[in-house]
């Protein structure tokens, strides 16, 4: 399959309403499936032991109304208004934050920039002069720019963000599922529920981490009519409610409530806030997942149905709960207890289906921020399987599969109940909302160039809300808010050790680059004899001759007629299109058959498999030769220069040169040159024959040196990878020795190396062992 030619969303063309209201209709089964999860568990939450029911209806209403404006303020007016549209060419989520205030202000960490990079379509930093009259904007640009302290604070609060949905990826399917089938108590003994609800549990839940190596889009069609069904059904069991047992439980809307119930409830009332903010689970989901969608679709799917279905959900319980507070068996139930008998069991069908829809959600979203992690450099190699073809977002990583899968469980049968999985689902969430915040704050004056007392104001008014359910939710430290906190410990610690190694071993190779001078002083044979074929030498230098060529060829005596400099990197935007995907050129004169070509990608970008990335790397060679118009010679001065380096597209691009191996009639097609008539000298295993364009002719010398490109295609291409041991150099603290020589060593002893990210044939492999001393 040609995962090319997948078409990414355009957020700026213009879509007609029934593709509007189509994607509306798609994001409920991806987007709001936590969300409308959360009715099953936020007042049994909320009302578990920190505050205790009375006669009057007080504690009822002043929960109703914390619930009605906090849905209100964080989701509506903050998310669906607000931050939606600090969007990264049509991205979200955390990183998407990140990767903006990266490319408005020079704060990424990991040297490897280049100015060509600025040239990209999705690179675009609309609105920035060089003499930016916007004091505050620039001075505080300036100051992030020059303060590599703040920029390590900045790269950590991204981490932290980014850990915490992980966290939130391992609670949400287990307090979700949880609370579905607790529905089950209603109709046998405390006794028998005691048995058989956490065994339940667990089945759904490896059931559900079972079904992830199928991949979202052939299960996904049942999403969005469940999460609808869903959501009508709380709706109309709300209406219901209201009309049935209290008419008056829409004056519970108005904030006075609030300040009733926090008057009488005092500590409690604080306290209990960790519920209620349960009610908000799942929000940043709209924010993460917008690059699926569009910002319209979700604003419509949110506004006019899933925000008034929640809200008249809760209402209908709070309707209930206020005539029936003297029962307190039910009243600790929560949701089905306001379910009518007949269709108990009905909806508890389809509670159970919109709590594996919702997990689903929370899944994919985990393995979609560890790519974007792991594309970053800020997270280990690890495998990433395309589910499909179609839809670039959709991925399954079967490490973390599993892993969350374990987690999952032991969080199920550890805590057996809500309640500490509420705290800590709660805590995990308000986390990431504040930094969402605190990332909006810098992206309000920094990239949508507002004054700084608008953010000040942004962040003053949303992080003091969030502020006060955070404070909720970690007094309950021990009683489960521990759990996210060790989560986001041990992945924020192999997440920093493995970036501070990363860029440690980036800054020893630029350190150790080989000069051009010795380059030159081997001559166009290199000093060694050239064989036939391809080298192939993976190197994460953008400039510079790598340490492992001088290694290698001081130590065997030949080495391949082309030798490719290839540097497979990761820049700060969501997608880089194919027609920009190569930078290429030479490494010294022509005769040396020297070049470089650094491959591009996006952080939401897939990478092709071997075969189909091989032909793209040769085509981007054999384009760079037929439209260079450097004279031969010794024309290499400032070689490594960005300047001297052109952008070249893939084969899938359309443009330039194709190259067809084997089947030879299938380059008989229009507009090819006399080049794919030439015949190999001698037999060999695979024919190659690049289809060039009628225009421009192409001089005596290119053509033999593309030639030469395809003889060397014909017998065949090596890998040359570097095997390396990182070691801290004498001197070092000893926090630096432990971060390097057991934390890094250990996490890239165990994590997939560059020859699987890169799905590079074992068979064709050689690995150059070096010993790093940074």
Not at 187 to 211: D, G, N, T, W
Request: net charge neutral.
């Amino acid at each position: 399959m040609d995962l090319e030619s997948v078409t990414y969303r355009n957020p700026i063309k213009k879509e007609s309403w029934k593709t509007v209201l189509t994607l509306a209709y798609q994001s409920l089964g991806v987007v709001y499936g936590d969300l409308s999860t959360s009715p099953l568990y936020v007042y049994k939450s909320t009302f578990a032991e920190d505050i205790q029911h009375s006669e009057t209806n007080e504690e009822i209403f002043g929960v109703l109304s914390f619930v009605f404006w906090t849905l209100t303020l964080i989701p509506l007016v903050k998310y669906v208004f607000i931050v939606l549209l600090a969007d990264d060419n049509g991205e979200g989520g955390t990183f998407a934050l990140y990767s903006l205030l990266c490319r408005h202000a020079r704060v990424s960490l990991l040297p490897n920039t280049q100015l060509a990079d600025e040239d990209l379509t999705e690179y675009t930093k609309d609105g920035i002069m060089a003499d930016d009259k916007r004091a505050v904007g620039s001075s505080l640009k300036s100051v992030l720019e020059k303060r590599r302290g703040l920029q390590r604070v900045l790269l950590v609060l991204a981490l932290i963000g980014t850990c915490m949905v992980i966290g939130d990826g391992v609670l949400t399917p287990a307090i979700s599922v949880f609370s579905a089938v607790s529905g089950l108590e209603l109709s046998m003994s405390k006794e028998q529920h005691r048995y058989v609800e956490v065994p339940v549990a667990c089945i759904i839940l490896v059931f559900l981490f079972a079904l992830q190596h199928y991949g979202t889009h052939r299960v996904g069609f049942l999403f969005a009519p469940v999460v609808m069904t869903w959501l009508l059904c709380i709706s109309g069991i709300g209406i219901y409610n209201i009309i049935h047992w209290n008419p008056h439980v829409y004056e519970a809307l108005s904030p006075y409530y609030m300040f009733k119930f926090l008057k009488k409830t005092q500590r409690g009332g604080w306290m209990s806030l960790g519920g209620i903010l349960l009610c908000i689970t799942g929000s940043e989901a709209m924010f993460a997942d917008l690059g699926h969608f569009s910002q319209l679709s979700i604003k419509i799917a949110f506004t006019f149905l899933v925000y008034p279905s929640l809200i008249l959900a809760y209402m209908g319980q709070a309707a209930y709960l206020s005539k029936h507070h003297s029962l307190e068996s039910d009243y600790r139930i929560g949701f089905y207890v306001s379910v009518p008998e007949k269709i108990r069991w009905p909806v508890l069908v389809i509670a159970i289906l919109q709590a594996v829809v919702g997990s689903q959600a929370v899944i994919t979203g985990t393995f979609s921020i560890i790519k974007q992690c792991s594309a970053l450099s800020c997270f280990p190699k690890v495998k990433i399987i395309h589910t499909s073809s179609k839809i670039h977002g959709q991925i399954y990583i079967p490490d973390i599969n599993w892993t969350l899968m374990l987690l999952c469980l032991a969080i199920t049968v550890g805590f057996r109940d809500t309640k500490r999985m509420g705290n800590a689902s709660g805590l995990a969430v308000i986390t990431v909302m504040l930094v969402t915040t605190c990332l909006m704050s810098l992206v309000i004056v920094l990239c949508w160039h507002k004054s700084s007392v608008l953010a000040i104001c942004f962040l003053f008014f949303f992080g003091s809300i969030e502020a006060l359910y955070f404070s909720a939710s970690l007094i309950k430290f021990l009683e489960g808010a521990w759990v996210p906190i060790a989560l986001s410990f041990i992945f924020l610690i192999i997440m920093y050790v493995w970036h501070y190694g990363t860029i440690k071993k980036y800054e020893f190779d630029v350190q150790n680059k080989v000069s051009i001078n010795w380059l030159l002083s081997l001559g166009p044979t290199l000093g060694i004899v050239r064989v036939r074929g391809i080298g192939l030498i993976h190197t994460e230098l953008v400039s510079g001759i790598p340490a492992i060529f001088s290694h290698f060829v001081t130590n065997l005596p030949a080495f391949h007629q082309v030798v490719i400099f290839l540097c497979i990197k990761s820049v700060p935007v969501p997608h880089v299109r194919p027609e920009e995907r190569f930078l290429v050129g030479r490494v010294g004169p022509k005769e040396y058959r020297l070049y470089r070509c650094i491959a591009r990608y996006g952080y939401r970008d897939i990478h092709k498999d071997d075969m189909e990335f091989e032909q793209d790397l040769i085509c981007s060679i054999a384009e760079f030769i037929r439209s260079d118009t450097s004279k031969c010679g010794l024309e290499f001065n400032n070689f490594e220069d960005d300047a001297k380096m052109t952008v070249v597209g893939t084969s899938a691009s359309k443009l330039g040169v194709r190259m067809c191996e084997d089947d030879i009639d299938s380059c008989q097609m229009e507009g090819t040159s006399e080049l794919r008539e030439v015949k190999s000298p001698e037999k060999v295993k695979k024919r190659v024959r690049f289809v060039v364009p009628e225009s421009p002719k192409i001089d005596l010398n290119a053509k033999e040196e593309l030639r030469e490109l395809m003889e060397a295609r014909e017998a065949g291409m090596a890998f040359i990878i570097g095997h390396s041991y990182v070691r801290a150099k004498r001197g070092s603290s000893w926090i630096k020795k432990v971060v390097i020589n057991y934390g890094y060593d250990f996490l890239r002893r165990n994590s997939r190396g560059p020859t699987f990210a890169l799905s590079i044939p074992h068979a064709s492999t050689l690995e150059v062992g070096m010993i790093y001393h940074v």
